[in-house]
């Protein structure tokens, strides 16, 4: 009995997990991206300014602002267009294209040339970062901040002439620019195989008097992304401050208004569910930063922001700082290769692996060898299934034996019942002696399922958050794990000449041929445990494989894959252990002949 209350109760809780995900939180992010958008629609026009960081204290409004985007920059201009409107230094590797504009010079130009919105070639490629304009605008910037608010910076209007380019691999572009009193400002940017720009800024003062300048950085978002709204999955403002992640949503930064935080290194940023633009400032340097909301525009906007101390550039002489822009895909190995070179502590947190970390990053890296061994994602999670019940087979073997051991004893036990059904007391006792007697425990068919647990919601984590799985094919229809199974019993998966449309809240009923065979591979399973003996709980449990084979038709392919493997080698280990105990395969006569 203790046995199924615990099954049930474990059952019971996945399903209200899941359907608060489904019947609570996804209607409640459709909502707010509603109310998000006729707020936006009510604002009066004009791009109302997220200010800059201040005079040395990080938290001043009046020093650097970005500048003002005309209003006409946020009417429906095409992103070409905005991109023809000034000079540009063009951006080109293997991984990126785009363009640093020379009006400000911002990096606000960026396509990922390996990653499409879609699993079809034809998709679009992925654009990250936007000018501004044209309902949207999400951009990174680098500057000055004067002590005295008299002293020329370069701010968002400043033309920068340009030197060299393309910017490449190995081929860097210099920016400069005078402000006509004494100071010369210089930016050489650099540019790695991947994702990282390195910025050098110099600041060279001409002058007879000394100059107090703070550097800082920025990225700046416009509008509200659309996000998944999934509670596992952190999309949004986030950042490491003295060692420690800290994550805000878009909402609740919008609540908050500003958020204030001193660090000494670390890095702040801005993450998708896939991709990441973050600011990878001097580690060792003290800072101020910020994440900044303002809602005033027609257009919501976010920011994070960083500054130093201020630093005395003396007449006569230079100062030069170090700065980094990762924009790109959150390849687990490559922000590991970043946080390790450039000691970023906790980079590879921008990948969300939640609370599960010790377990769910050793998972994706066995899973990144089984890929480079198999070459396919598909099989490395049926090489990682077959490590995870090596592992645990001692304590699977024994608590088998005693289910096989459970189901010989399911006659008498149906005697007992019979026998003291109006007497609980007795009843159990004599159980427990039959139990002792035949060295049987009976809570130890729970272990293969308590096991099991936690490596599931690793597993999914892993599949649902990595870059790396996003368009991973299997074989055959199977072309994306870490999406659902693309078949539809509606349409006789596939057979019939027809597609299936998105059926909203009745998408569950959708079912494709994994989380069938899945749900048969739980149904034969269970008919090799003993027999409920309660009416009730032969119901629950006759009930469970169809449950989870709803429940799991929406859930990505690869854990499909994953629950379906596991749940063929738990059979099969099940089959052998009772034919050695002398257990027939098959339902159990209940009583003794």
């Known amino acids: 009995m203790d046995q199924k209350n615990i099954i049930i109760a474990i059952t019971l809780s996945v399903a209200i997990l899941l359907g608060f995900q489904f019947f609570y939180e996804v209607p409640r992010l459709k909502e707010q991206q509603q109310l998000a958008a006729q707020q936006a629609a009510q604002q009066p026009q004009g791009d109302a300014i997220i200010p800059q960081p201040g005079s040395g204290t990080g938290t001043g409004d009046s020093v650097a602002a970005p500048g003002s985007d005309a209003a006409t920059a946020l009417q429906s201009k095409t992103r070409d267009e905005l991109l023809g409107e000034d000079p540009r230094v063009k951006i080109s590797s293997p991984q990126l294209s785009g363009s640093i504009r020379l009006r400000g010079g911002r990096l606000d130009d960026l396509v990922l040339l390996n990653y499409r919105e879609e699993i079809a070639p034809e998709s679009p490629k992925i654009r990250l970062l936007n000018p501004v304009g044209g309902g949207e605008g999400y951009f990174a910037d680098l500057g000055w901040a004067p002590s005295d608010p008299a002293v020329k910076v370069p701010g968002a209007d400043t033309l920068w002439q340009a030197e060299g380019g393309p910017l490449a691999p190995g081929q860097d572009v210099k920016l400069s620019w005078n402000n006509g009193e004494g100071l010369t400002f210089e930016r050489i940017y650099s540019l790695s195989d991947n994702y990282l720009f390195t910025v050098k800024q110099r600041v060279t003062n001409d002058s007879a008097t000394p100059v107090s300048l703070a550097p800082y950085g920025l990225i700046s978002r416009r509008g509200t992304p659309e996000t998944l709204g999934f509670y596992i999955l952190h999309e949004g403002l986030l950042g490491v401050f003295d060692g420690t992640l800290k994550e805000v949503d878009y909402s609740d930064l919008a609540d908050e208004g500003r958020i204030e935080q001193d660090t000494t290194g670390g890095w702040i940023g801005i993450t998708d569910k896939y991709w990441l633009v973050a600011l990878l400032p001097d580690q060792e340097r003290k800072l101020g930063t910020r994440f900044v909301y303002d809602g005033t525009g027609p257009l919501p906007k976010y920011q994070t922001d960083y500054i130093w101390e201020q630093q005395e550039v003396a007449a006569g002489s230079s100062l030069e700082t170090t700065n980094r822009i990762f924009a790109g895909a959150k390849r687990v190995v490559l922000l590991d290769q970043i946080r390790d070179k450039y000691n970023v502590a906790g980079l590879d947190r921008a990948v969300d692996f939640g609370w599960f970390y010790f377990l769910t990053k050793p998972i994706f890296y066995v899973m990144h060898f089984f890929n480079d061994l198999l070459g ?55 159980m427990m002696q039959l139990y002792k007697k035949e060295k049987v425990n009976p809570l130890s068919g729970c272990l293969p399922i308590l096991i099991q647990i936690p490596v599931f919601f690793a597993l999914y984590k892993v599949i649902f958050v990595t870059i790396e799985m996003r368009h991973a094919p299997f074989f055959g229809w199977i072309q994306d794990l870490s999406a659902k199974d693309p078949t539809s019993i509606f349409n006789l998966f596939g057979l019939l000449p027809y597609d299936i449309p998105n059926l909203g809240p009745l998408e569950i009923l959708s079912l494709g041929i994994w989380p069938l065979v899945m749900g048969f591979t739980m149904w034969f399973q269970q008919r090799l445990n003993p027999p409920p003996p309660d009416k009730t709980q032969a119901m629950i449990f006759q009930l469970m494989p169809i449950f989870f084979t709803f429940i799991l038709a929406g859930f990505p392919a690869g854990l499909v894959i994953y629950w379906t493997w596991n749940n063929s080698l738990s059979i099969l280990q099940q089959v052998v252990i009772m034919k050695r105990q002398g257990v027939p395969i098959g339902r159990m006569p209940t009583k003794k002949t």
Request: proline share 4%.
């Open 376 to 430: 396919n994602f598909g099989l490395a999670i049926m090489a990682l299934t077959v490590c995870i019940k090596l592992v645990f087979f001692p304590l699977a073997n024994k608590s088998y034996k005693s289910m096989a051991k459970m189901r010989k004893l399911t006659p008498e036990l149906t005697e007992l019942r019979e026998r003291y059904s109006g007497d609980k007391t007795k009843l159990n006792t004599e």
